[in-house]
């Protein structure tokens, strides 16, 4: 009899699109090569709930923005939670995951972050600056971003927009890990082309910087990519910390590197189905 294989509910939505990335690759290839040691079924956010029960593990990749499914989501993360489902990555993310209060929180802090405020009381506690930025705290992939000069901003209810400065700052440069384990940098040499990357060659004090933010959220397995900004005085300050399904640009990686992604998602995915179960 053939030894029994742990099953893998790989959720995503294949048809997702957005500018200047093609998400279905990304998760051909890596369910591909999950499938050399998993049983692995691919389904869209929508029907997971009724489909997770009869998984070892749900891993959540390139399901596009919650925002626009959000009631079903709230379905998956009730039933998840209800049944002691092994969600990948898990639930507890305090970052992206649970919204963006946690880049306020940050803020109050003292961590080197976007400075952000959610109240136009508070304007003073931001650099002077011409433009600024506002997006919802529930927004994702720039959903409801707008940029505004300081004679357009508008009171608005507190605690359903952010407001942060528009930083002047050199380039944008993003780290890739799995669990607690960093596995590469890429970064956008032109602030204009987000999507436009290059292999990245990352200080300690890089590494130091992102190592920091992957700490304070305390997952133990998952995929996290810590996004920051390089202002023009050389520092570092967090753009976003995603913690629910970034979006990894393996196709930008040598091909060795891309391989050595897999097997860790694969290795951490087996080590959270040997977890004793929470059912």
């Not at 810590?226 to 570092?236: I, K, S």
Request: charged content about 30%; some cysteine.
């Amino acid at each position: 009899m053939l030894e029994r294989r742990t099953r893998v509910l790989y959720v995503t939505d294949l048809t997702y699109s957005a500018r200047g990335r093609r998400y279905c690759d990304e998760d051909i290839f890596l369910s591909s090569r999950l499938r050399d040691g998993f049983d692995v079924a691919l389904c869209h956010p929508r029907d997971a709930v009724a489909l997770m029960d009869d998984f070892d593990v749900i891993l959540v990749r390139n399901s596009g923005p919650v925002i626009h499914y959000s009631e079903d989501y709230a379905a998956f993360v009730r039933h998840a939670r209800a049944t002691g489902a092994k969600v990948f990555t898990e639930l507890g993310g305090k970052a992206d995951m649970a919204g963006k209060q946690y880049l306020l929180d940050l803020f109050d802090q003292g961590y080197p972050v976007t400075p952000t405020v959610d109240s136009l009381s508070d304007l003073d506690r931001l650099p002077l600056v011409e433009e600024y930025v506002v997006k919802p705290k529930l927004g994702a992939d720039s959903v409801g971003l707008r940029f505004l000069e300081r004679d357009e901003l508008t009171p608005f209810e507190a605690g359903e927009l952010l407001l942060q400065p528009r930083i002047d700052f050199l380039y944008e440069v993003s780290f890739y890990f799995i669990d607690h384990d960093f596995h590469y940098a890429l970064n956008a040499p032109d602030p204009a082309r987000r999507w436009e990357l290059q292999p990245y060659q990352a200080s300690a004090e890089d590494l130091a910087f992102a190592q920091a933010f992957i700490e304070w959220n305390s997952i133990d397995h998952g995929i996290q990519r810590v996004d920051a900004c390089r202002t023009r005085e050389g520092d570092l300050l967090l753009v976003e910390l995603e913690d629910l399904n970034p979006y990894l640009s393996l196709d930008r990686l040598d091909p060795d590197l891309a391989e050595a992604f897999a097997q860790g998602l694969a290795t951490s995915v087996q080590a959270l189905a040997d977890e004793p179960s929470g059912r």
